[in-house]
Structures are given as structure tokens and as C-alpha cells.
């Protein structure tokens, strides 16, 4: 099922980075989806996990993952930790992952499932839209939730040269933004609309 997944709605939708497929060839998508939808883990689009949240739709995962253009050993900031998906693919990739998530139920099962599947990762519960300034700079971020506008504190926590993505937009309609740092400005490119759990947080950001 996994390979099929990959075939149809990965390469055959025109990703074609071969690190980014054989890191979804090699995660197990299941473990990260509960036990009464597993049945479901390889369908074409996103899970429930509990606490109103979701496990993204794989082609999205892979999307936000090859537009980062990510070489082994960076040091990625990810916000929005959920079911521990994305960060696992990051981690099969041979990043070094920083990921913040607000639910602190789903920070403990997320770290659990990483952890029994090798991967060492380093979550912490709090506010995400703050960033995670005591490992900063980072190479790369990824926004796995959807908000107003590009959060400040996670911008500034970027390297220079450095890539993010994230959904921007409403509750109803987001857009997959991927900012570039260049001289220290954003430059932002629109990879097209998605939809997303909302970034709650501070910052006046709207629930
Ligand atoms: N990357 C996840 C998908 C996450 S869904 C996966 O692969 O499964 C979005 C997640 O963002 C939810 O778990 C939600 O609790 C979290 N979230 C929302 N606002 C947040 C914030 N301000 N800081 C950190 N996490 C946040």
C-alpha cells in the first residue's frame, strides 16, 4: 500500500526528489494514524488524530517537504508537531528536527511513536507561532498549520539563505507560502491553495 501511495499520489503528481520518496517508502504512515483508522493510512487525504487536529494528506506532506529543498544534516524548525508524521519523514531524510507542538496529549504520543521507531527528534509543548529561539538559526521551516500571516519570531529564527513554508490564509482557504531569506527579507513564492488546522497562538492570531 505504501508503494502504491507513493506510485499515485506522490510521484505520479510530479514530485520527483529521490530522497523525499524513499523517506515516504520507508515510513511507516500507519503507526502515526489511530489504531481504528488504520486501515485508511495510505488513502488519498488527511486523518483525524484526536484533539481536532489532523494528519496531513501525504501528497501535501511530500509537497511542503521536496519545496524545502532539504540536504542532509540541516537543522529544521517544525511547528505543529500533530501525529509525529512529517517530522519522521524529515528525520528518514537526515535532518536534524526542532518541533514544537501546543497539545501536550498529542506532543507525549507523537514523541512516543518516534522514539520506538528510532528517530531522535526534539519536541517541546508551547506556542509555536514564538518559534523555538533556543536552538536558533535554523536552515529550514515548516508550518504545519494554517494562519493570517508569516509569524515574525519564526522568520527572524531563519538563517540567512534559509526556506519556510506554511499555509496562509483563513479558516476556509489557505495558500502554501515558501519564503526565502534573502539580504534578511522575505521573498515569497505561492505554491498554490490547501487547507489546514488553524496556528493558534499568541501575536493577536485569530482562533
Ligand atoms: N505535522 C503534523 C500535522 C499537524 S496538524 C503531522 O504530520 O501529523 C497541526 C498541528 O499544529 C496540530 O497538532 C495542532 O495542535 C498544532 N498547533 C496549532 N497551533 C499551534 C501553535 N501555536 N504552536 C504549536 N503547535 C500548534
Redesign the pocket.
Known sequence: MRKRMVETQIAGRGITDRNVIDAFLNVPREK?VPEKLREYAYEDGPLS?G?G????QPFI?ALMTASLCLEKAMKIL??????????AILAEMGCDLYS????EA?AERAGDILKSLGYEIRIKV????LGWEEFSPYDRAIV??GGPAIPNHIFAQLKEAGKMIMPVGDTVYQDLILVTKKCGRMVKENLGGCQ??????AEG?KE
Open positions: 502515526f488524530i484533539e487536529q489532523t494528519i496531513s506532506v517544525e511547528i505543529g508537531t500533530g501525529s509525529g508524521y512529517q517530522a514544537v507542538e501546543r497539545v498529542l508551547g506556542d509555536g507561532t504545519t498549520a489546514f488546522v488553524l496556528l493558534k497562538g492570531w
